[in-house]
């Protein structure tokens, strides 16, 4: 008995059809706990601190949530201490982006000479950025100390008699905790160079200086542009990392001296769970929220087009 082609065509795409309904059904069960981790954990919390900045809640009883229209937002941004964290945030984002990049640009070239010792010299950049921020605050915290190795150092070398009070000062308390940071993090930065050098054919460069081209072009006409696309990656990334700190700026000052060092999130943790004043953390933590976004999607429009 001859069975049809149509019969055998109808068996096969029915076949197709059942045995991709599994793989469907196999996959979405393998996916299902991220998709669970990113409702209850992300969506949810996210849709909450929306709907909480539309109130006033002190954080304890939910029967007592408020609401109160757009008046968290009016506060917020009437807030003198809210324009002065922003703006400190800014000069922390700008200013450790800047040096971040130069730093860890520089670095990058130095290891990829390959001479003796930029092995060691690669992990002890690299280590610091393995250890926790707040490691980190607590360490620079007491070395900065009035009685902390640093001061003994420049009070040993003459350059002072009396302490420096790194972190007592409204005036360098901010420009003490972004060294740190760029101690910590330069590391980093670093990394994504040197991967991205690695890129670079070594014919190029090597041509270049065969027909007389110094370092210093080598670098400008070669090695920048090639690395356009990770710099400006590396960018984005310092400065979403930059509007987020927290804990090393808590750790080393919690904010102080007379908020000299306040930055989004230490206010934010301040209005939340000292003064209970959820609607009005709520939209600090919105603002930060949609500047981390809007940054993401230029971040992955950059990765498109670099791609």
């Excluded at 330069?186 to 991967?195: C, S």
């Excluded at 356009?228 to 102080?256: C, E, H, Q, R, W």
């Excluded at 209970?276 to 809007?294: C, D, E, K, P, T």
């Amino acid at each position: 008995m001859n069975i049809g082609p149509c019969v055998l065509s109808k068996n096969y795409i029915f076949n197709e059809f059942m045995l991709n309904r599994r793989i469907n059904k196999i996959g979405f069960v393998f996916t299902l706990p991220s998709i669970m981790f990113f409702i209850f954990f992300i969506s949810i919390p996210i849709l909450f601190t929306i709907f909480l900045t539309f109130t006033s809640w002190k954080g304890f009883d939910l029967s007592q949530i408020k609401l109160i229209g757009f008046a968290n937002y009016i506060e917020v941004f009437r807030d003198k201490i809210f324009l002065k964290s922003f703006l400190q945030t800014t000069i922390f984002v700008v200013l450790t982006t800047i040096f971040l990049n130069l730093f860890g640009f520089v670095g990058a070239l130095i290891i990829d000479t390959k001479i003796p010792g930029t092995r060691f010299l690669k992990n002890a950049i690299f280590l610091p950025v393995l250890l926790s921020p707040i490691i980190i605050g607590i360490m620079w915290s007491r070395m900065l100390d009035a009685f902390g190795i640093i001061n003994k150092i420049i009070q040993t070398i003459g350059l002072t008699k009396l302490p420096i009070l790194f972190l007592g000062s409204s005036k360098i308390a901010l420009y003490t905790i972004i060294i740190a940071t760029l101690w910590q993090f330069t590391g980093y930065d670093m990394l994504l160079y040197y991967a991205g050098l690695q890129g670079i054919p070594k014919e190029l460069t090597e041509a270049a200086r065969i027909d007389g081209a110094n370092e210093y072009r080598v670098i400008t006409r070669i090695i920048i542009p090639t690395l356009s696309p990770v710099m400006t990656i590396t960018m984005l990334l310092n400065i979403i990392g930059g509007f987020k700190v927290f804990d090393i700026v808590y750790v080393m000052t919690a904010g102080g001296p007379n908020r000299s060092s306040e930055v989004l999130a230490t206010y934010l943790f301040q209005q939340a769970f000292r003064f209970n004043n959820m609607g009005f953390a709520s939209v600090i933590a919105i603002v930060i929220i949609l500047i981390s976004l809007v940054i993401s999607i230029i971040r992955l429009k950059v990765t498109n087009q670099s791609i």
